[in-house]
Protein backbone atom coordinates (compact mmCIF):
# COMPACT_ATOMS: atom_id res chain seq x y z
CA UNK A 1 0.00 0.00 0.00
CA UNK A 2 1.31 3.11 -0.64
CA UNK A 3 1.98 5.91 1.98
CA UNK A 4 -0.58 8.77 0.41
CA UNK A 5 -2.84 7.71 -2.34
CA UNK A 6 -4.92 9.99 -4.56
CA UNK A 7 -7.52 9.61 -7.36
CA UNK A 8 -4.89 10.87 -10.29
CA UNK A 9 -8.20 11.70 -12.02
CA UNK A 10 -8.05 13.85 -14.40
CA UNK A 11 -11.39 15.54 -12.94
CA UNK A 12 -12.78 18.15 -15.77
CA UNK A 13 -15.21 20.22 -14.99
CA UNK A 14 -17.01 23.39 -15.84
CA UNK A 15 -15.85 27.08 -14.80
CA UNK A 16 -18.02 27.59 -11.82
CA UNK A 17 -17.94 23.91 -10.58
CA UNK A 18 -17.42 22.74 -6.88
CA UNK A 19 -14.71 19.99 -7.04
CA UNK A 20 -13.29 17.47 -4.07
CA UNK A 21 -10.42 15.66 -4.31
CA UNK A 22 -9.81 13.01 -1.50
CA UNK A 23 -6.08 11.44 -0.16
CA UNK A 24 -5.90 8.62 2.18
CA UNK A 25 -2.61 8.12 4.13
CA UNK A 26 -1.18 4.74 6.29
CA UNK A 27 0.58 5.94 8.93
CA UNK A 28 -2.01 6.81 11.60
CA UNK A 29 1.21 8.40 13.76
CA UNK A 30 1.34 11.35 11.02
CA UNK A 31 1.15 14.48 12.51
CA UNK A 32 1.20 17.05 9.90
CA UNK A 33 -0.64 18.10 6.58
CA UNK A 34 -0.56 19.88 3.60
CA UNK A 35 -2.29 20.51 -0.13
CA UNK A 36 0.46 21.85 -2.33
CA UNK A 37 -0.61 22.79 -5.90
CA UNK A 38 1.87 21.93 -8.77
CA UNK A 39 1.03 23.65 -12.37
CA UNK A 40 2.68 21.47 -15.19
CA UNK A 41 6.69 21.76 -15.57
CA UNK A 42 6.69 23.91 -12.30
CA UNK A 43 7.71 23.30 -8.77
CA UNK A 44 5.07 22.64 -6.09
CA UNK A 45 3.67 25.29 -3.85
CA UNK A 46 1.84 25.16 -0.51
CA UNK A 47 -1.65 25.85 -0.78
CA UNK A 48 -2.30 25.23 2.45
CA UNK A 49 -1.97 23.28 5.61
CA UNK A 50 -4.58 21.09 6.70
CA UNK A 51 -6.18 21.15 10.18
CA UNK A 52 -7.42 18.63 12.77
CA UNK A 53 -10.70 21.46 12.73
CA UNK A 54 -10.97 21.73 9.29
CA UNK A 55 -10.15 24.70 7.74
CA UNK A 56 -10.95 27.55 5.12
CA UNK A 57 -8.67 29.80 2.55
CA UNK A 58 -11.59 31.72 0.63
CA UNK A 59 -12.91 29.42 -2.06
CA UNK A 60 -10.37 25.84 -1.14
CA UNK A 61 -11.79 23.96 1.98
CA UNK A 62 -9.14 21.21 3.54
CA UNK A 63 -10.53 18.55 6.10
CA UNK A 64 -9.34 15.98 8.14
CA UNK A 65 -10.33 13.13 9.36
CA UNK A 66 -7.56 11.03 11.63
CA UNK A 67 -9.87 7.62 12.48
CA UNK A 68 -10.35 7.26 8.69
CA UNK A 69 -6.79 8.15 7.96
CA UNK A 70 -8.54 10.94 4.98
CA UNK A 71 -7.75 14.14 3.88
CA UNK A 72 -10.22 16.34 1.55
CA UNK A 73 -9.69 19.50 -0.31
CA UNK A 74 -12.88 21.59 -1.51
CA UNK A 75 -12.93 24.27 -4.12
CA UNK A 76 -15.76 25.83 -4.71
CA UNK A 77 -16.38 28.77 -7.78
CA UNK A 78 -14.04 26.59 -9.73
CA UNK A 79 -11.94 29.04 -12.04
CA UNK A 80 -9.46 28.57 -15.16
CA UNK A 81 -6.66 29.49 -13.21
CA UNK A 82 -7.24 26.45 -10.71
CA UNK A 83 -6.34 23.96 -13.17
CA UNK A 84 -3.01 22.17 -12.51
CA UNK A 85 -2.07 19.09 -10.41
CA UNK A 86 -3.37 19.10 -6.55
CA UNK A 87 -0.57 17.17 -4.10
CA UNK A 88 -1.75 15.27 -0.64
CA UNK A 89 1.29 16.00 1.42
CA UNK A 90 1.85 14.02 5.05
CA UNK A 91 4.59 14.28 7.14
CA UNK A 92 6.28 11.19 8.70
CA UNK A 93 6.52 10.49 11.68
CA UNK A 94 10.15 10.40 12.91
CA UNK A 95 13.34 12.92 13.92
CA UNK A 96 13.46 15.20 10.92
CA UNK A 97 10.62 17.05 8.73
CA UNK A 98 10.33 14.41 6.33
CA UNK A 99 6.91 15.06 3.81
CA UNK A 100 5.60 12.24 1.76
CA UNK A 101 3.95 13.56 -1.33
CA UNK A 102 0.61 11.81 -3.07
CA UNK A 103 1.36 11.65 -7.06
CA UNK A 104 -1.05 13.93 -7.15
CA UNK A 105 -4.79 14.70 -9.01
CA UNK A 106 -5.26 16.29 -12.08
CA UNK A 107 -7.58 18.97 -12.33
CA UNK A 108 -8.91 20.52 -15.87
CA UNK A 109 -11.17 23.90 -15.74
CA UNK A 110 -12.93 24.56 -18.68
CA UNK A 111 -15.20 27.65 -20.32
CA UNK B 1 13.09 38.93 -2.09
CA UNK B 2 13.37 35.56 -0.12
CA UNK B 3 13.70 32.46 -2.05
CA UNK B 4 15.29 29.56 -3.23
CA UNK B 5 16.99 29.42 -5.93
CA UNK B 6 18.02 26.73 -8.73
CA UNK B 7 20.27 26.79 -11.65
CA UNK B 8 20.83 25.35 -14.18
CA UNK B 9 16.82 25.20 -15.33
CA UNK B 10 18.03 22.69 -18.12
CA UNK B 11 20.88 20.57 -17.63
CA UNK B 12 22.00 17.69 -20.26
CA UNK B 13 24.51 15.09 -19.29
CA UNK B 14 27.05 13.38 -21.12
CA UNK B 15 27.73 9.49 -20.39
CA UNK B 16 29.92 8.62 -17.76
CA UNK B 17 29.73 12.67 -16.64
CA UNK B 18 29.37 13.96 -13.16
CA UNK B 19 26.84 17.40 -13.60
CA UNK B 20 26.28 19.73 -10.13
CA UNK B 21 22.98 21.04 -9.87
CA UNK B 22 22.96 24.54 -7.32
CA UNK B 23 20.73 25.28 -4.78
CA UNK B 24 20.37 28.50 -2.93
CA UNK B 25 18.47 29.99 -0.32
CA UNK B 26 18.11 33.36 1.25
CA UNK B 27 15.08 32.30 3.56
CA UNK B 28 17.24 31.49 6.64
CA UNK B 29 16.17 27.76 6.52
CA UNK B 30 17.91 25.11 8.50
CA UNK B 31 16.81 22.23 6.51
CA UNK B 32 17.36 21.67 2.57
CA UNK B 33 16.43 18.63 0.89
CA UNK B 34 16.81 17.24 -2.43
CA UNK B 35 13.90 15.10 -4.38
CA UNK B 36 13.71 13.72 -7.96
CA UNK B 37 9.63 13.58 -9.64
CA UNK B 38 9.42 11.23 -12.52
CA UNK B 39 6.30 11.19 -14.48
CA UNK B 40 3.54 10.44 -13.21
CA UNK B 41 5.03 9.81 -9.82
CA UNK B 42 5.63 11.17 -6.67
CA UNK B 43 8.35 13.42 -5.01
CA UNK B 44 10.72 11.21 -3.77
CA UNK B 45 13.47 12.60 -1.45
CA UNK B 46 17.49 11.82 -2.44
CA UNK B 47 19.00 13.97 0.65
CA UNK B 48 18.72 16.15 3.23
CA UNK B 49 20.43 18.74 5.52
CA UNK B 50 19.13 19.60 8.92
CA UNK B 51 22.14 21.86 9.77
CA UNK B 52 24.75 22.63 7.97
CA UNK B 53 27.82 20.03 7.71
CA UNK B 54 25.58 17.63 8.21
CA UNK B 55 23.44 15.77 5.80
CA UNK B 56 21.43 12.44 5.67
CA UNK B 57 20.88 9.45 2.64
CA UNK B 58 16.80 9.72 1.87
CA UNK B 59 15.11 6.66 0.18
CA UNK B 60 17.18 6.90 -3.67
CA UNK B 61 20.58 8.57 -2.42
CA UNK B 62 22.58 5.79 -4.87
CA UNK B 63 24.55 7.84 -7.43
CA UNK B 64 23.86 11.29 -5.50
CA UNK B 65 26.22 12.92 -3.35
CA UNK B 66 25.72 16.39 -2.02
CA UNK B 67 27.82 18.97 0.49
CA UNK B 68 26.06 21.27 3.02
CA UNK B 69 29.14 23.89 3.61
CA UNK B 70 27.10 26.79 4.10
CA UNK B 71 24.02 27.39 5.67
CA UNK B 72 22.29 28.98 2.03
CA UNK B 73 23.91 26.48 -0.32
CA UNK B 74 22.99 22.92 -1.01
CA UNK B 75 24.39 21.39 -4.19
CA UNK B 76 23.93 18.43 -5.59
CA UNK B 77 25.82 16.20 -7.88
CA UNK B 78 24.41 13.45 -9.89
CA UNK B 79 27.61 10.87 -10.69
CA UNK B 80 28.16 8.75 -13.44
CA UNK B 81 26.41 5.64 -11.34
CA UNK B 82 23.11 6.69 -11.43
CA UNK B 83 22.03 4.98 -14.54
CA UNK B 84 18.78 6.85 -14.99
CA UNK B 85 19.02 10.27 -14.61
CA UNK B 86 16.53 12.13 -16.68
CA UNK B 87 14.10 13.64 -14.01
CA UNK B 88 13.08 16.78 -12.92
CA UNK B 89 15.07 17.54 -9.30
CA UNK B 90 13.49 19.96 -6.80
CA UNK B 91 15.39 21.50 -3.87
CA UNK B 92 12.95 22.69 -1.01
CA UNK B 93 13.86 24.22 2.08
CA UNK B 94 11.95 24.07 5.85
CA UNK B 95 12.56 25.87 9.11
CA UNK B 96 13.26 23.57 11.89
CA UNK B 97 11.59 21.80 14.58
CA UNK B 98 7.39 20.60 13.84
CA UNK B 99 6.52 19.39 11.10
CA UNK B 100 6.96 22.39 8.99
CA UNK B 101 5.64 22.85 5.47
CA UNK B 102 8.40 22.78 2.82
CA UNK B 103 9.43 25.83 0.40
CA UNK B 104 10.65 24.67 -3.23
CA UNK B 105 13.19 26.18 -6.12
CA UNK B 106 11.79 25.87 -9.49
CA UNK B 107 13.82 22.67 -10.42
CA UNK B 108 16.12 21.65 -12.91
CA UNK B 109 15.52 19.42 -15.76
CA UNK B 110 18.50 16.99 -16.61
CA UNK B 111 18.32 14.66 -19.90
CA UNK B 112 21.00 12.80 -20.91
CA UNK B 113 22.86 13.11 -23.99
Known amino acids: RKEVEQDPGPFNVPEGATVAFNCTYSNSASQSFFWYRQDCRKEPKLLMSVYSSGNEDGRFTAQLNRASQYISLLIRDSKLSDSATYLCVVSQPGGYNKLIFGAGTRLAVHP | DGGITQSPKYLFRKEGQNVTLSCEQNLNHDAMYWYRQDPGQGLRLIYYSQIVNDFQKGDIAEGYSVSREKKESFPLTVTSAQKNPTAFYLC????????????FGDGTRLSIL
Open chain 2, 92 to 103: ASSMQGGKQPQH
